[in-house]
């Protein structure tokens, strides 16, 4: 089975991603966590250049330094666990270029949905849990236990962070578009909500729909 979450920083993926693992191991499935961009040397590598660099990146450039990494991950990595029984648990797929690269970025989706065809050699999630908040929110719980000032410029954040508000509030409509074209696949959970009641909520959904 493959599970993907989706949402931008600071929606509580990772910590409902940790708490899902912990359930699902003791339920004695095999887990396997990974996230993109990363999961494999070249991956990694790439996510220094995407998230670290201080050069400007072309949108299109971007698009395919994301595909390269993911199509390392799936080949290498995600379709030989499956194959093999594993539970994978994905932070970010290929919903996120949509989001990001799509209605981010401004990139023709016709274009962006072939470049993703081809990275993701047809492999799909099972299921997608998608945290949904508002940008200024998540920013807001980034830097909450600081004193660092709430914005976007902020040289405090990665290369994708600093993309500004209405960057970010584009992000977030792509993921509301995608959620209404694939209701079946995602499925759509409040951020603000308390992180148990959002673990809850994940592990009805799965048990309701795979028995797990």
């Known amino acids: 089975m493959l599970i993907t979450f989706e949402g931008i920083d600071g929606a509580g993926k990772t910590t409902q991603i940790n708490k899902l693992v912990t359930y699902l191991t003791s339920q004695n499935r095999e887990v396997l966590t990974l996230r993109e961009p990363g999961g494999t040397e070249v991956a990694e590598k790439i996510r220094t250049i995407l998230l670290e ?3 400007d990146i072309s949108p299109i450039g971007e698009l395919l330094l994301f595909s390269a990494s993911r199509t390392e991950l799936v080949q290498q990595v995600i379709v030989p666990a499956l194959a093999i029984g594993k539970t994978v648990i994905l932070d970010r797929f290929f919903d996120s270029t949509t989001a990001y690269q799509g209605y981010g970025r401004g990139i ?3 274009l962006l949905q072939s470049i993703i065809d081809i990275s993701t050699c047809g492999t799909v999630p099972d299921i997608t849990f998608y945290l949904d908040i508002e940008p200024q929110e998540a920013l807001h719980r980034k830097f909450a236990k600081t004193s660092i ?3 976007f410029e902020n040289d405090e954040l990665d290369r994708m962070e600093r993309s500004g508000l209405e960057f970010f509030q584009n992000v977030r409509r792509g993921y ?3 959620i209404s074209c694939n209701k079946d696949r995602f499925v759509c959970i409040n951020a603000l ?3 148990a009641t959002i673990q809850r909520q994940i592990i009805t959904v799965l048990e309701e729909r795979f028995h797990a």
């Open 53 to 55: 660099s201080r050069q």
């Open 149 to 151: 000032p709430l914005t």
């Open 176 to 178: 509301l578009d995608l």
């Open 193 to 195: 909500l308390p992180e």
């Open 108 to 110: 023709d989706l016709t």
